[in-house]
């Protein structure tokens, strides 16, 4: 990850996303993300986001972004037959982006659409080993207030 993410700040993440846009518009996506500066916030993330232009498809790829992906961000995607290219910005600026693969539905040879705002959120390796434990915790809670003595 040295050669990749010198800082060590990247989320690196693989994604299958669909696009639906025609005039207004809507995009997900769904993957997983490891994050380089802290394994255990590594996970699936998902996002949604609305927008507006003509684009209409599927498709599986791999993103990089910077920063973490998680929060609120904005951008585009633009598709040239079966490749897509969506850069990705948020609060700070550029935040990297994707290239994807796969079928697109259009009257034109090529397709677009703007994200005007989407959110993206992990579930992390991190965040699901601690609920894990907590309901083990719960578990043995359980387990012991039924031999407790009733008064």
């Known amino acids: 990850m040295v ?13 299958g996303e669909g696009d639906l ?20 916030k590594s996970g699936i993330f998902g996002s949604m986001g ?9 498709g599986g790829g791999i993103g990089y972004a910077p920063r973490d992906i998680e929060g ?3 951008g585009a995607d633009v598709n040239v037959g079966p490749v897509s290219f969506a850069p990705l910005f948020d609060a700070e600026g550029w ?13 034109v040879p090529f397709g677009a659409q703007q994200t005007l705002a989407a959110v993206t959120g992990t579930i992390t390796v991190e965040g699901t080993a601690a609920d894990l434990k907590s309901f083990w915790n719960d578990l043995k809670m359980i387990w012991n207030a039924r031999n407790l003595p009733c008064e």
Do not use: K, M, Q
């Open 50 to 58: 609305a927008g507006w232009g003509l684009n209409v498809g599927a």
């Open 3 to 15: 050669h990749v993410d010198p800082r060590g700040l990247a989320d690196i993440y693989l994604l």
């Open 72 to 74: 609120a961000s904005w």
């Open 95 to 107: 935040n990297g982006g994707a290239v994807t693969f796969g079928p697109r539905i259009s009257p």
């Open 21 to 40: 846009a025609l005039g207004i518009g809507a995009e997900a996506a769904a993957g997983i993300v490891v994050d380089t500066d802290d394994v255990g």
